[in-house]
């Protein structure tokens, strides 16, 4: 095998015009032997054409030849021919010894088109045949994780686990862990991921371990491995928000408030960091800091209520009325609005003295409101001070249904009837 050999040194000196005109002459004149060699080296280097074409000389030779037929069609995967492959497959006949890796190929190839229950019947199949290669349980895993199907998934990874942590370079810990967690087992899953970065120290599943442990209230340890993740890449962004989280949960806002700040020199361009910044500003009584993450969250996203409505509050706290009908109308601009925002205007519009437009905000809100004693209060002074006393009695009849002990409303109930007669 001198000549297949010397091809593969080429490759590797990167003499690829050299090492291909030595795979012309084999493809050509060498020996099937040679080509076969050949094919599966090429394979790995990435020369994907080239060993699709030594395999399918192959083929005219051994048309039924199982080994081959697996060779061709990892290949036209590899070349994003998944149909091509699938019929290559189906040519393998159920005595080949190759017959069992066929099926899980077929399996992987079924799994990506969404047929899961054909890929299932494929794994399967091929477990009853080899019953102890665990590939087959992984795979099985995989599938039933894709599907959502935890508790079959973690079987299946409990049975590659008794004997191997790694397959095919994936940490078998890791999706362990993934799964148990995905399942709600959130404490659970924890020691799976211990082992997981015992193996080896990999991001994505250091995410997944600060996540899951913040889900099972281990914030402590949530800050611990989110704060290392953050140290090997900072521009992970996903960290920054649950770290944040976490803090609060430790009642340290103020590291909460600074780790979204940190976030954001990264995504810049993240609504909810910008959201959740200023939710955490306000619970420091930072309501300059907060009215600035609020406002930039609402110029990214001028349809992201929650930060809207939070933003109105504080506005409506300050007396800042021009401001809250600034905030509402850039609501009203993208359409339908949430009904707060209807109080919120009227509310404003009272205060600036506009009182044919805050009646009009208090008429529309107050079939949304009907149960509401805060707003039936604001909406029923406002109709008295107006002069509306025949709605102001229905309102007021409302708050005592509402709250029949209520003296008060009973008193003001009392004097709008008698003065409407």
Known sequence: MESVNKIITQLENGQHEEALKGYEKILNAGSNEERFLLGEELFQYGFLEEAKSLFEYLLNIYPEEGE????????????????????????????????????????????????????????????????????????????????????????????????????????????????ISAGGAFEEALPYYERALEN?????????????????????????????????????YSLYMNLARAYEREEDPEKGFQTLIEGIQYDEYNKDLYFYAGKLALKM???????????????????????????????????????????????EEGGEIETQFLWDAAVAHQNLENFSQALNSYENAYNFYKDSMDFLVDYGYFLIEEGKR???????????????????????????????R
């Not at 795979?139 to 299946?156: N, V």
């Not at 993450?293 to 300050?318: V, W």
């Open 200 to 236: 080896k120290l990999e991001i994505n599943t250091l995410f997944n371990y600060g996540f899951t442990a913040l889900q099972a209230g281990y914030n402590g340890k949530a800050i611990e491995k989110f704060s290392e993740l953050k140290e090997l890449d900072p521009e992970y």
């Open 285 to 331: 009584g930072k309501e300059e800091e907060a009215e600035k993450m609020l406002r930039e969250a609402i110029a990214l996203d001028p349809e992201l209520t929650d930060a809207a409505l939070t933003l109105n509050k504080l506005l409506l706290h300050q007396e800042r009325w021009e401001d809250v009908l600034e905030i509402v109308h850039i609501m």
């Open 68 to 179: 081959i037929l697996v060779l061709l069609a990892e290949t036209l995967i590899e070349l994003g021919k998944e149909e091509e492959a699938i019929l290559e497959l189906e040519k393998i006949d159920a005595q080949d010894s190759s017959f069992p890796e066929s099926l899980v190929l077929l399996a992987d190839l079924y799994q990506m088109q969404g047929l899961y229950e054909v890929s299932e019947q494929k794994l399967l199949k091929a477990k009853t045949m080899l019953p102890e290669e665990v590939i087959i349980d992984f795979a099985l895993g995989e599938l039933y994780a894709e599907e959502g199907k935890f508790t079959h998934a973690i079987k299946c990874y409990e049975h590659v686990l008794e004997t191997r942590n790694e397959i095919g370079g994936v940490d078998v810990n890791q999706r362990m862990a993934d799964a």
């Open 390 to 420: 025949e709605q102001a009695v229905e309102v007021f009849n409302r708050l005592i249904k509402l709250d029949p002990s209520n003296t008060e409303f009973q008193d003001v109930w009392q004097r709008l009837t008698d003065d409407v």
